[in-house]
């Protein structure tokens, strides 16, 4: 569900303003900043950019996107010719190094009529932002230093900084508003520095870098604001044969960052829409329709002459031009503010899927022991995948200590989702071999649904792929030999075992550790506000509304007295805090999610990592959560399953979202399938989990959680 009710036409479309020929570009890579002898220190200015590559007539949208260049002498100023990247950029990192950043804001101001936040925070409208390094496990440290210094922060979400050509946020009584938005740290004068410091045992893999300003992070992340960040190299965990004689090359890598953009005719030659409706075009291509080549056209009704284009590396429709018989790796990264995708690469000869092996999930490299039931596979990877038998390899043998290969014919991509697959050309038996002359595939989302109440994000294909003729494959091989993280990072001296030298700091009285046993639930629904008593799930206004419940259950699985809180819209004073553990090494916790609405949510938590687990597995599962085993597949952002309302007129107490209550799950009234996660927390700071639907962050789904330093304190954790 969208929070503003927008019109929706049923009028057949009107396919000739999208009827231009789509060129064949050959996709680019991101641009590469890499880190030279364990630093990058880089100058990120967000500000507006003028969109090109898009080729239907008549759009050349602004958008908003990053200016990124290696951290000048002096000055806030990129050297001239640098340009926004509005089809995103790489920050190339290692284990162990620092990301440096000084951070300025050059965005424009918001119209309020594109703001529905703006009712409740007129600041919104000048365009503050911030930045957030998704996925990284890394600290959430708020600033230390005394102006007039540049504020310094590492990955602090609760900072809003102001383009000062757009006014002073000091206009509003910031006491007014900040019950709600997070202007916590306003900095008003425009420049931060972040100094983010990764742990040399932090997993190799693809993560992103994007806004996080509450109430504005789904305009500026759909405007374009956003860029991919790996870490290591995929030779770490991949290799062509079985004795990791032969590692897969980082040349074989490519990134695809995958953003939309809906625009409508303007004076400028077309404006970005920034509040996503899902609606804009039918989700399934009419009759008649021209070819949604990286593009569909709106709807008549609603969206007259309106395009909404889905690009790739900021390109639409590119073609991708495998040069090996053995394939490359794809890193796949949905960096689009609200939508969802279901992606699947399709032979053009056979119009089937074809077979993709999975390498890697939100940034950590599977690791699946040897005899994991297809079924536990499928449930580590919380139904993300539809997985397919990997065909056998034809000569090599697999060694009895070799994870088992992983294939997928489908990739569910929510919201800030990544994965890794390997694309190689495969027969019709799906063995991997040498292609035929012209062989192709098509790169595409096939749509997705979230649900009764939720969003039909539509079909569109993303990219055309050319599979080299006559290239054998190099090594006989059916599958990569994966080593995943996933198991590295749980084991002695990994991330989540061992931890981090996190910053020296006192623990908080009053913040203390989960007693043994116990664990978190938190619930996902539509609050009933107190200024819209008659209208559950809205506002005032007419939005929907989005929140997030609490509550302690015990051992024994009966709630904690006092400790329920009712679903409520983010409000950054109510924190959960807990303390690492003892010799500051990291704590895991299990949280279970519920999900009272009838739509898909996906759960997001920043600074770790987590496992899906299941509650009635043997303990010597890897579904356990008592398992320490670690492995599997880790992830930081989970899609949850919607909700079966019941027992007829019982059920849904909030008619106008679908939403159920607490109470009427307690009651029985409605049927949930909870996510029940093991998570590490190895990293001190302030952060937040929250819904990566970011209409939904937005309009309320987040709270904040503060990890502190081991210490002895007494009083109740939240
Ligand atoms: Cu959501």
């Known amino acids: 569900m969208l929070r503003t009710s927008l019109m929706c036409g049923a009028a057949v479309f009107s396919v000739a303003v999208l009827a231009s020929e789509t060129h064949a570009r050959t996709i680019q890579e991101p641009p590469l900043f890499a880190s030279q002898n364990g630093v990058l220190d880089l100058l990120v200015i967000a500000a507006p950019q003028r969109v090109t590559t898009f080729t239907a007539p008549g759009f050349t949208p602004i958008g908003w996107a990053y200016e990124v260049c290696t951290r000048p002498d002096a000055g806030n100023v990129c050297p001239q010719g640098a340009t926004g990247l509005y089809g995103g950029f790489r920050l190339g990192l290692q284990p162990g190094d620092l990301l440096k950043m000084r951070f300025v804001n050059q965005l424009p101001p918001v119209n309020p009529a594109k703001l529905t936040s703006y009712v409740y925070d007129p600041l919104l409208a000048l365009n503050p932002t911030n930045l957030h390094t998704h996925g990284l496990v890394v600290e959430a440290t708020a600033n230390t230093v005394a102006p007039p210094a540049v504020p310094v922060y590492g990955d602090f979400i609760f900072t809003s900084v ?66 991919i960040i790996s870490v290591g190299s995929v030779g770490k965990y991949a290799c062509y044969d079985s004795q990791c004689n032969s590692r897969v090359p980082d040349g074989s890598v490519r990134h695809l960052i995958l953003k939309d953009m809906q625009v409508m005719p303007g004076p400028n030659g077309g ?51 495998v040069a090996s018989g053995d394939g490359e790796i794809w890193r796949l990264q949905n960096a689009s503010g609200s939508a969802s995708y279901d992606i699947q690469l399709t032979n053009d000869q056979t119009a089937q899927p074809m077979i ?44 009895s200590s070799e994870s088992p290969p992983v294939c997928v014919t489908d990739l569910v991509m929510m919201p800030s989702a990544r994965a890794e697959i390997w694309a190689v050309w495969r027969g019709a038996d799906g063995h991997v071999t040498s292609a035929p002359a012209g062989a192709t595939a098509t790169l595409r989302t096939v749509g997705f649904t979230t649900g009764p109440s939720g969003d039909s994000w539509p079909a569109v294909n993303l990219a055309k792929v050319q599979f080299p003729a006559g290239h054998a494959p190099r090594l006989n091989h059916g599958a990569l030999n994966i080593h995943g993280d996933a198991l590295a990072t749980m084991q002695p001296g990994g991330l989540f075992e061992t931890g981090f030298p996190n910053t020296p700091g006192a623990g908080i009285t009053g913040c203390k550790a989960l007693p043994p046993g116990h664990h978190r639930r938190i619930y996902f629904g539509n609050p009933t506000l107190a200024s819209a008593p008659n209208t559950p799930g809205m506002d005032q206004y007419g939005n929907a509304v989005f929140g997030l419940g609490y509550e ?58 987590f496992r899906v687990v299941n509650t009635t597995a043997p303990q010597g599962s890897l579904l356990s959560p008592k398992s320490t085993q670690g492995g599997g597949v880790m992830e930081d952002n989970v899609p949850l399953p919607y909700a079966v309302p019941g027992k007829l007129s019982q059920a849904v107490r909030i008619p106008s979202s679908g939403s159920c209550t607490i109470a009427d799950y307690k009651a029985g009234y409605c049927a949930v399938t909870p996510v029940v996660l093991q998570i590490p927390f190895a990293m001190v700071g302030e952060f937040v989990y929250h819904c990566h639907i970011l209409d939904h962050e937005d309009g309320g789904m987040m709270h904040a959680i503060q990890v502190v330093p081991s210490a002895i304190s007494t009083a109740s954790g939240r």
């Open 552 to 609: 302690e259950i015990d051992q024994n699985g009966a709630p904690v007295a006092g400790t329920l809180a009712d679903v409520t819209m983010f409000n950054p004073a109510n924190v959960i805090c807990l303390p690492l553990g003892p010799g500051n090494r990291p704590v895991t916790e299990v949280w279970e999610i519920i999900n009272l609405t009838t739509e898909l949510h996906n759960f997001h938590i920043h600074q770790t990592k």
């Open 356 to 399: 993709m092996q999975l390498l890697s999930v939100d940034g950590v490299s599977i690791a699946i022991p040897p005899g994991t039931a297809p079924g536990d596979i499928v449930e580590l990877g919380a139904a993300r995948f539809h997985f397919a038998t990997c065909p056998a390899a034809s000569t090599t043998p697999t060694a």
């Open 271 to 321: 404006a970005p829409m920034f509040q996503e409706d899902a609606a804009f075009c039918q989700a399934t291509p009419m009759p008649g329709e021209a070819v949604r080549n990286g593009v569909c056209a709106g709807d008549p009704a609603a969206y007259p002459h309106g395009a909404w284009f889905f690009s790739v590396n900021g390109q639409q429709f590119p073609t991708i031009p």
């Open 162 to 227: 102001f383009n000062p050509a757009n006014g002073n946020p000091a206009i509003y009584s910031l006491s007014t508003y900040n019950t709600l938005h997070q202007h916590v740290d306003v900095i008003a004068n425009g420049v931060v520095d972040y100094r983010i410091q990764l742990p040399a045992n932090h997993p190799s893999g693809a993560y992103w870098l994007h806004p996080h300003m509450h109430g504005n992070a789904m305009n500026q992340v759909s405007a374009g604001l956003s860029g």
